[in-house]
């Protein structure tokens, strides 16, 4: 018999992919997503529900009519610039709706629940690359409201007996490679897509680097890229450890390499044959030097190793994603 995953935000950008693979590997993914980020046409064929993570009502009435084995919570606010000046929107959607989800589940026995968490929650770097045993101390309300999830699913843990798997990203990129799915953001944030939209014909778009006088080999910004379906395959194999009662755990998800802003911006150039126009800005506040994870755990847990390891290889599926976008 087949088994029923919620997916919520899996209409989002690492949902949708998530949910395409769910369904390669036999299990009926069910959306739930209340796509104010999201995309209907992700969904691409699975089945979607409309709604609203903080809707007690519209959750209960989804778990009643399905037998769910677990919860993949994509669902979230995620744009770091926004959650300090809206930090009431960012503990609402990422900490308050996620009781009342939890809430859901538990009435309904679901007690194996993912948890898409992020690097965010360690804040600047103490040593690289970043392990697990890393301090978390989350400088934006972002990486706090994560956080503070963690923290609520190991309570739940030992008060409730639910099982948890905390996955921390590092730099989702990329596009299914089969799949006409990708990289949709309404406000776009992240470097590649960023970097690619400028070389599209009748761009008029410049791509800023924000600071060049970091401490590293060229004096900008190094960032870890993982390729969005590797991640998408680390949720299968963390929703299957959970389903075997491995035991809760977190882990970090990243390739364990790291990129520089310049780096990958001669790699897209390698990749389209076009020349990225650039502006010179300076540093961001709040942007560290180095972002790059120790992914030996997630090795050691999940068996999880990356395909994509090559940063041309990943843009070159953000090209075509790019090239050929429906949405």
Known sequence: MK???LVTGGAGYIGSHTVQALSGHGYIPIVYDNLSEGHRQAV???ILVVGDTADAAALNELFSRYNFSAVIHFAASSLVGESVVEPAKYYSNNLAATITLLSAALKFGVKNFIFSSTCATYGCPVYTPIDEKHPQLPINP???????????LRDYNKGYGLNYAILRYFNAAGAHPHFPIGESHRR???LIP???KTLLKNSDRKLTIFGEDYDTPDGTCIRDYIHVTDLAEAHISAMQKLLSSSGSFAVNLAVGRGCSVKEAVKAAEDVTGLKVPLVHGSRREGDPPVLVADNLLAKELLGFSPKYTDIREIIQTAWNWELNRRF
């Open 188 to 190: 776009e944030t992240h």
């Open 3 to 5: 088994e029923f995953i």
């Open 194 to 196: 960023l970097i690619l």
């Open 44 to 46: 691409d064929g699975n």
């Open 142 to 152: 972002y990486g706090s409201s994560k956080l503070m999830v963690e923290m609520l």
